[in-house]
């Protein structure tokens, strides 16, 4: 297969001009935003913050009693606890709504953080089952993943945090890339700066996401305001190791369009 070029994007006029987009149709500030009929629709399954403004019990609790939220220093959203069987069927609500005949891409797939969820619901269900905290967390992601799998049959696109180290994803946020693989057509590694105006750590990111990955994947980086030609350069070295390049929120489409053509020329 060759290699992909996309935008993950809140502008329609982008979304039109690139025959590969992603659209935030349910983001985490909890706005939902209907999908063009090309795009691939976006949704943060476990980040909300309208959701916990209304069900402040629903959201993760850190090892010391922080609130996974904006109050803490951690977060610019507001976490909810994958464990609770309320948030579990909401989040799989939100997929089956959200998905079309492109497919559905997940973000926020995981608790928040090494450490996350000691809320009472998970102290209890953690108990209840009698194996260690990290063994249920990474269960019970791959469960929400096998029932969105179940009742979405289009291509499935799976975020995971830029981390490649092998154990750190599981032991952080409870994500397995091995398990995810079976369940998960593409995985989407956003690797952010607001400059790039190095590239030897996306190149290790990417390398080291390659060498770990039993499944295409794609590198998203940041566009907004960032110089074209460093893009030009980070879109480079990201397509030299994945199997696409994203430019995230460029509000600049004729940057983009120029940025594709010389990537995959
Ligand atoms: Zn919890």
């Known amino acids: 297969m060759g290699k992909r070029f996309g935008v993950a994007t809140r502008r329609r006029s982008q979304a039109q001009a690139l025959d590969f987009s992603f659209w935030e149709s349910k983001g985490s500030s909890g706005a939902v935003a209907a999908s063009p009929p090309s795009s691939v629709p976006m949704v943060s ?9 209304a069900h402040p019990d629903w959201v993760q609790v850190g090892p010391d009693g922080e609130r996974g939220d904006r109050s803490a220093r951690y977060f610019d959203w507001s976490t909810l606890c994958p464990t609770r069987d309320d948030v579990f069927r909401l989040a799989l609500f939100w997929a089956t709504q959200a ?5 559905l891409r997940l973000d926020d797939v995981n608790y928040a953080r090494q450490g996350y969820c000691q809320c009472e619901e998970c102290r209890k269900a953690i108990a209840q089952g009698g194996v260690a905290p990290e063994e249920f967390r990474r269960t019970r992601i791959a469960s929400f993943l096998r029932a969105v799998r179940s009742e979405v049959k289009v291509p499935l696109y799976l975020t995971l945090y830029p981390d490649p180290y092998p154990g750190h994803l599981e032991r952080r946020f409870g ?3 091995d398990v995810l693989s079976e369940l998960v ?3 989407i590694v956003p690797i952010y700066d607001l400059a790039y105006s190095t590239t030897y750590w996306l190149e290790a990111l990417a390398m080291g996401f390659a060498d770990r990955l039993r499944r295409p994947f794609l590198v998203e980086l940041y566009g907004l305001d960032v ?4 893009l030009r350069k980070a879109a480079e070295v990201a ?3 994945a199997d696409g390049v994203l430019i995230a929120y460029d509000r600049d489409d004729a940057k983009v369009l120029r940025i594709r053509d010389s990537v995959l020329g």
């Open 45 to 53: 399954a476990f980040a909300d913050n309208r959701v916990a403004r």
């Open 99 to 103: 998905a079309n005949g492109n497919g």
């Open 175 to 177: 994500v397995d890339p």
């Open 185 to 187: 057509d593409t995985f």
């Open 227 to 230: 110089p074209e030609e460093r």
């Open 239 to 241: 397509m030299a190791y």
